[in-house]
């Protein structure tokens, strides 16, 4: 295993070869010239040598101790189904490799607060995909709101889809799965380490498994976080709401076939107006913020933060600086899931 503390070249290897790897990892490590590609594993051979002949991978693995015993290491992108990732993760970390996890980090707490402890006792950087965090629009629309107010108050995320809401060939619920990223963006905009306090409703529509859930809960920090699933709507949702006192932001990360993403920042002054027909419209302004702007990509790679959550990763490998995203951190999230689904109303 090389040594690059100091900088240099990342030789990284990839678990799974599947759909996330294909449409947005490998494209990302393979613009990155501080990155080498050395190897390539998937039960599915056909799988893993069509990758690496599209991206110059020389090698391909169908096991993964294998790949480890052959191949100089630094860093492994475990990018494997939820149900396998623990073991994918554990046995990585236990090499002595860097891991960069696909969300979510386990299918239980148990499991990400277990990565957490091997990570904690092999000192390596271990980083959870949690690549929402990563949209430029969404970091700048923080940035923003956190410029014109000394506390965010109320987080409000949505993810909305048509479809079924059993997970990973279905093992796991979509809300553990799936609806995972907007729970940890809803508590990345509020600031909140952690939920004191969580409650959901939770139906079934049209299905035999659960596949809506609407939950509220009150962070460590006093913010209030919402969340609002539903799998069996009118298509893909995914917006959130972030308010401070006098300051708003809506941040929209698609509807349906649209990926405009992008987000309104409202601010007001002056008088307070109640009624726009009793007194007319309050003095306020409102700012557009475009993410492929501000990504200066029109590469959904790009402008939907994947590539930029890879090149923080390959990053703090590099100068061993801590991963904002890092399994210590997202365990929380996990927890957060529990936590709503041990609530229900």
Known sequence: ?????????????????????????????SEMEDVQLVAICDLIPERAKEQAAKWGIP????????????EDIDAVFCLVEPGSMFHVASLAIEHGYHAFLEKPPGITSYQADSLARKADAS???????????FIPVVRKTKEMVKSLTD????????????????????????FVSDT????????YLCD???????????????????????????FDNGATGIIKANYRVGGRVHQFQMHGVGVSAFIDLGMGAQMDVSSRILTHSGAISYSLAATGAAKEESVILDGRELAGSNDFHK???????????IDCVKSGETPETTIQDARLSVHLVEKFLANQL
């Open 1 to 29: 295993m090389s040594n690059n503390s100091s900088g240099g070249t990342v030789k990284v290897a990839v678990v799974g070869a599947g759909g996330i790897a294909r449409s947005v990892h490998l494209p990302s490590l």
């Open 123 to 133: 000192g390596k950087t271990v980083m959870v995909a949690f690549n929402r965090r």
């Open 180 to 187: 995972i990223h907007s729970v940890d963006l809803m508590r």
């Open 192 to 218: 909140g380490n952690d939920a004191v306090k969580a409650a959901m409703v939770v139906n079934r529509f049209d299905s035999v498994v659960d596949n809506a859930w609407n939950g509220i809960c009150v």
């Open 151 to 174: 506390k965010v108050i109320q987080v409000e995320g949505c993810f909305f889809k048509f479809g079924d809401a059993a997970f990973d060939k279905g093992s796991l619920p979509s």
């Open 303 to 313: 402008f939907y933060g994947y590539y930029f959550e890879d090149r923080h990763f």
């Open 59 to 70: 090698k391909t693995y169908t096991l993964m101790r294998e790949m480890f015993a052959n």
